[in-house]
């Protein structure tokens, strides 16, 4: 169990570190990019280990879905949170004193909450099909499908919510105010879901085999 944890933590810091310095690239393209790349190298460096979820939408949806117990969710998810605020804490030491201008969902919740909906539904839905379905197991391009899906949901949806589809992750983008905090239950409220929406979908197509 503390091996999964320490992996979780690992993951999760790496992929949120990735994504909270990318915001202060000078290429606006590199932000998602670079993260989707990042998340597949980590998912295939930790799937032996923890299965790689880094996100708590994974976790809960591998426990919907029939793939994970109920006992491991409580360490999987405090180490994805704790990876996160390590990132942010990191952020914040190497760019101290250069304050940010956290974007601002307060004039399009909706919008935010469909954005978010919408991305975590898909790249959940993605990473159970090709990460837990029997009818493609032993497959080894599971790692590539969930971070092209990721990087190109990003850039789809990132100019509506931030293309941020992790809870771990926007925490930390609240607290290093990258995000303004204030946006945090619209992140919140169409990650979860869409992630549910993602399990519940490929249970009714797939079943739990």
Request: charged share 5%.
């Amino acid at each position: 169990m503390l091996k999964r944890g320490f992996a979780e933590f690992l993951g999760s810091f790496l992929f949120c570190t990735t994504v909270c310095m990318c915001t202060v690239s000078p290429i606006p393209a590199s932000g998602a990019l670079a993260s989707g790349l990042v998340l597949a190298g980590m998912v295939y460096a930790s799937a032996h280990l923890s299965g790689a979820h880094f996100n708590p939408l994974v976790s809960i949806a591998m426990l919907i879905r029939g793939k994970m117990q109920a006992s491991l969710l409580p360490v999987y998810i405090i180490s994805q949170f704790l990876g996160a605020a390590t990132s942010g804490l990191i952020f914040l030491t190497m760019h101290s004193g250069k304050p940010l201008t956290g974007l601002d969902l307060s004039q399009l919740p909706l919008q935010a909450i469909l954005a978010e909906f919408i991305g975590s539904f898909g790249l959940i839905y993605v990473t159970l099909n090709v990460a837990s379905s029997r009818n493609t197991q032993g497959n080894n391009y599971y790692g590539l499908a969930i971070g092209v899906t990721y990087t190109a949901l990003a850039m789809a949806l990132g100019p509506i919510s931030g293309g941020v589809f992790n809870p771990s992750l926007s925490l930390v983008l609240g607290i290093t105010n990258i995000s303004q905090f204030s946006n945090l239950w619209m992140l919140w409220l169409g990650q979860f879901a869409g992630g549910v929406m993602a399990a519940v979908s490929f249970l009714f197509l797939s079943g739990k085999e």
